[in-house]
């Protein structure tokens, strides 16, 4: 008898928030990014995406190159070169002044760097 049952394609993943969230809100769930497509009310079911291609806002000044690795600052609500919550990586170049930068959500450009004991979540 098999010990797996097949839940749902992983585009997206179940969540309950415990307020309410704001459609286009990065969300972390331990070692797991998401973003909601849809508003979701406090304590109803609602979905993250953990896959795709999201234009998210950066600061000025901050710029990627296609390829890069994105990272999130959830003290500041942003974007940024270097931390330690991957969001994935950029898809086409953000120059220092532009407002966003396209993201493959969930992606590693680096896998050789995510150790056995620290998993990184990715969709590869």
């Known amino acids: 008898m098999p010990s797996a049952r097949f839940v749902q394609r992983a585009e997206t993943v179940d969540f309950i928030p415990g307020r309410d969230i704001a459609s286009g809100e990065v969300v972390r769930l331990g ?3 998401g973003v909601t497509k849809l508003p979701i009310k406090a304590g109803e079911l609602g979905s993250l995406s953990i896959s795709g291609v999201f234009d998210l806002d950066k600061p000025s000044g901050i710029c990627f190159s296609a390829g890069s690795t994105v990272y999130w600052d959830s003290e500041n609500g942003c974007v940024e070169t ?3 919550i991957l969001l994935g990586i950029a898809i086409r ?3 220092a002044t532009g407002g966003t930068v396209r993201i493959l959500l969930n992606y590693s450009c ?3 760097a995510v150790s056995d004991d620290d998993p990184e979540w990715q969709t590869l």
């Open 31 to 33: 070692k797991l990014i």
């Open 82 to 84: 270097a931390g330690d």
């Open 93 to 95: 170049r953000a120059p």
């Open 110 to 112: 680096n896998q050789a």
